[in-house]
């Protein structure tokens, strides 16, 4: 999981065909790069950073210090996919979880404790415990749930659906 690739992330390819409808939020979206992999799948997407980006004019770019204490700034609003790679900020995740539309997808991934032997994020308060992401999301419908060590990262990763998975064809 590198943080400065322009690709979007193996996990989030393989779980976005799940994502039927917008808007998907991008949280911590850095440079955008899953933000316009879902542009390119033709969704309404909103990406939302603390730091000012110049994405494509199709994507919604929201400034917003998440850690702030500052009001979460899409209060209300329901999204048919949200997605997290290589960010922690644990008093987001019930908002994340409730931000879900009935029918939507979470996508999430991120390092997980271990990843101290790999360099950064190195400080536990940035690391998640071992199936601490199925623990936050236990209100949803698990699609697929991994934790362990890579080559390069120790990683948890997370798809989750808000209601049944009933006729949805989960990507082998």
């Not at 209060?75 to 290589?86: M, S």
């Not at 029918?103 to 991934?109: K, N, Q, R, S, T």
């Not at 199936?131 to 990763?157: P, Y």
Request: contains cysteine.
């Amino acid at each position: 999981m590198a943080h400065d690739s322009l690709e979007p992330s193996d996990w989030v390819r393989r779980w976005a065909p799940l994502v039927a409808r917008g808007p998907v939020l991008d949280v911590a979206s850095g440079s955008g790069r899953h933000a316009k992999f879902f542009s390119s799948r033709h969704l309404e997407v909103i990406a939302v950073d603390r730091d000012p980006q110049t994405l494509p004019g199709a994507i919604t770019f929201v400034k917003a210090d998440l850690e702030d204490g500052s009001p979460w700034p899409f209060e209300g609003r329901r999204f048919g996919g949200i997605v997290v790679t290589n960010y922690l900020y644990r008093p987001l995740l019930p908002v994340l979880a409730q931000s879900l539309a009935g029918g939507g997808v979470l996508i999430y991934e991120t390092f997980m404790l271990g990843n101290e032997k790999f360099g950064k994020p190195s400080n536990p308060n940035f690391l998640l415990l071992p199936g601490e992401l199925l623990q936050a999301f236990a209100s949803l419908t698990v699609a697929a749930f991994e934790q362990g060590t890579t080559d390069k990262a120790a990683v948890q990763r997370i798809c989750v659906i808000r209601g049944e998975v009933g006729s949805v064809r989960i990507p082998s």
